[in-house]
């Protein structure tokens, strides 16, 4: 089947999805967009968060077939800029200087439910930072410097605005 949808800003239609085809694959192995990372499969571990029409969902737990006619956003649409010029966004920053990138396996999801969070509430608590990544699973961090890189883009965001 074909699947069109909007992805990272650019109207796309990938051909030859399979009906069982997650999204997650869609994006990964058939789109090139190897950013949200495969691991677990059963939306436990985050590493595949996304954007869904804004939201923030597992890629790995959504149907191809269900984003006919949406729109999603990945890790790598969080940068702004024309192709080869882009600049990070603020999150992808602050995670890259606060060292809370080790594996970065589990990395994009965390930057990914990190720009939700901030988007949604510009100045989270430690509480709120700690509710909000409590779907994402890191092994090497220890997650503290996970939190230092969610306060640093939240005071970047706010100063910004």
């Known amino acids: 089947?074909?699947?069109?949808?909007?992805?990272?800003?650019?109207?796309e239609a990938v051909d030859d999805v399979w009906e069982g085809e997650s999204l997650?694959?869609?994006?990964?192995?058939?789109?090139?967009?190897?950013?949200s990372k495969n691991a677990c499969e059963q939306g436990e571990c985050g590493s595949c968060t996304v954007y869904l029409?804004?939201?923030?969902?597992?890629?790995?737990?959504?149907?191809?077939?269900?984003?006919?006619?949406?729109?999603?956003r990945t890790v790598e649409g969080l940068a702004e800029?024309?192709?080869?010029?882009?600049?990070?966004?603020?999150v992808q920053e602050a995670f890259v200087e606060t060292g809370a990138v080790q594996c970065g396996f589990c990395?994009?999801?965390?930057i990914v439910q990190t720009h939700d969070l901030i988007g949604r509430n510009p100045?989270?608590?430690?509480a709120e930072i700690r509710e909000a990544l409590a779907g994402n699973l890191c092994r090497c961090t220890g997650y503290?410097?996970?939190l230092d890189a969610v306060r640093l883009a939240a005071e970047r965001k706010a100063v910004a605005r």
């Open 144 to 146: 503290e410097k996970i």
């Open 24 to 35: 997650l694959y869609m994006l990964r192995e058939r789109m090139g967009l190897p950013g």
């Open 123 to 126: 100045a989270p608590s430690d």
């Open 81 to 90: 800029g024309p192709p080869g010029e882009e600049r990070l966004d603020p």
């Open 107 to 110: 990395t994009p999801g965390l």
């Open 53 to 72: 029409d804004g939201v923030p969902v597992c890629a790995c737990l959504v149907a191809a077939g269900q984003a006919e006619g949406r729109e999603v």
């Open 1 to 11: 089947m074909r699947v069109n949808l909007t992805v990272n800003g650019t109207e």
